[in-house]
């Protein structure tokens, strides 16, 4: 039987997110946190925790993937689908708007003062969120090992699948081991590339198709893990190297539309399709790209209780869970190096990781505040 108030709750929950939430990836898990554990208890934070470390264990955007396995855990099936489509569909729609002024006026609108402002609230809602996840994941000494090797690791540019794979796996031997009488089993390290795929050199540019360009973007949804740094690699050496149907600057151009504005980053997708094939390439591009996520959580999100019941399938995701809080934590370190520029913005993120941890202020109005003071001080 469909539960049309929860199927409302996750559509009108995940369409706000998808329209205030700047800051990439790990400010989205931060504030959805905020949303399904603090304020409306749809999960608790071990639940989440379970959740957060079966999105790492799977390629594509995190962020999407948490918020549509949210959505599945709420109103099952159709949940899934409409906390994804919600989440998306607000970026979707601002990128296709950039993407039609960058066609005619050749350049991005000013958006440099808003984000003076948001990035230093943004760096203080992930501080909240990893505390209140570090309490509920960091669960032994042991973890909390893990977790800062992680940190440092990933901060001295270890690749993060190796890290988050090596760390699980770790984790589930030790676990598993104390629950078995003989045998403990090799760990399982997965050979990383490190996301650095071979480009080819730009020779004759390959004719230009809708149906090619949703391969080239459901290829890279489908195998992709980390950040927007390696979809940079990927989209270049397919779009620019092989193909050469964009130029250097238009791809980091799109890379750019999709780090400022809010929701996934993905959306980086929705730019270049609207370059390539107008209003249908936009749309094509970003069904390919997103397509993989919701297929791999329908396929995943069943197994994740079982996970529970198996000391060794336990230990791996306690292991997968302090490995992504270890990695929030390096995007945290990295951001607030960009954010917190001089002592206005260190001042601002002081004050709203005070208001945070000591108010129940909803962080959206953070967010919405500190790009208003950012607008002020860029006009002023």
């Known amino acids: 039987m469909i539960c049309w108030k929860d199927l409302t709750e996750v559509a009108r929950l995940?369409?706000?997110?998808?329209?205030?939430?700047?800051?990439?990836?790990?400010?989205?898990?931060?504030?959805?946190?905020?949303?399904?554990?603090?304020?409306k208890r749809w999960l608790d934070y071990q639940q989440f925790l379970d959740l957060l470390g079966a999105t790492y264990l799977i390629p594509g955007p995190n962020s999407t993937e948490m918020a549509i396995h949210i959505g599945y855990t709420r109103a099952g099936w159709r949940g899934l689908i409409a906390a994804g489509v919600c989440f998306i569909l607000p970026a979707t729609a601002?990128?296709?708007?950039?993407?039609?002024?960058?066609?005619?006026?050749g350049a991005l609108p000013e958006v440099g003062g808003i984000l003076y402002g948001v990035k230093p609230v943004i760096l203080a809602i992930i501080l909240h969120a990893l505390w209140g996840l570090g309490r509920a994941a960091v669960k032994s000494p042991f973890l909390a090992g893990l977790g800062a090797a992680v940190l440092t690791l990933s901060l001295a540019g270890v690749n993060?699948?190796?890290?988050?794979?090596?760390?699980?796996?770790?984790?589930?031997?030790?676990?598993?081991?104390?629950?078995?009488?003989?045998?403990?089993?090799?760990?399982?390290?997965?050979?990383?590339?490190g996301g650095k795929p071979v480009l080819l050199s730009l020779g004759a540019a390959v004719p230009f198709t809708l149906s090619k360009l949703f391969l080239v973007f459901l290829k890279?949804?489908?195998?992709?893990?980390?950040?927007?740094?390696?979809?940079?690699?990927?989209?270049?050496?397919?779009?620019?190297?092989?193909l050469g149907w964009l130029t250097d600057q238009q791809l980091l151009d799109a890379i750019a539309v999709g780090q400022i504005t809010p929701g996934p980053v993905f959306t980086t997708a929705t730019f270049i399709g609207y370059l390539l094939g107008d209003w249908w390439g936009a749309i094509i591009a970003t069904v390919g790209i997103f397509l993989p996520s919701f297929l791999f959580v329908a396929?995943?999100?069943?197994?994740?209780?079982?996970?529970?019941?198996?000391?060794?399938?336990?230990?791996?995701?306690?292991?997968?869970?302090?490995?992504?809080?270890?990695?929030?934590?390096?995007?945290t370190l990295q951001l607030a190096r960009a954010a917190l520029v001089d002592e206005v913005t260190i001042l601002l993120a002081l004050a709203a990781a005070v208001l945070l941890f000591r108010t129940r202020i909803h962080s959206a109005w953070l967010v919405l505040a500190g790009g208003l003071f950012g607008l002020l001080s860029h006009w002023i």
């Open 14 to 39: 995940f369409l706000k997110l998808g329209t205030v939430a700047f800051g990439g990836p790990a400010a989205h898990i931060a504030m959805m946190e905020e949303e399904v554990v603090r304020r």
């Open 220 to 242: 890279v949804g489908a195998i992709l893990y980390g950040s927007g740094y390696v979809l940079l690699a990927f989209l270049h050496a397919d779009l620019v190297a092989r």
């Open 94 to 105: 601002i990128v296709m708007a950039l993407a039609w002024m960058y066609t005619r006026y």
């Open 160 to 193: 993060e699948v190796f890290l988050l794979f090596s760390t699980a796996s770790l984790a589930m031997t030790l676990k598993g081991a104390g629950g078995w009488v003989r045998g403990t089993p090799a760990l399982l390290l997965l050979p990383v590339t």
């Open 299 to 331: 396929l995943s999100h069943p197994f994740i209780p079982r996970l529970r019941t198996s000391a060794w399938a336990a230990g791996f995701l306690d292991g997968a869970n302090v490995a992504s809080l270890g990695l929030m934590a390096a995007v």
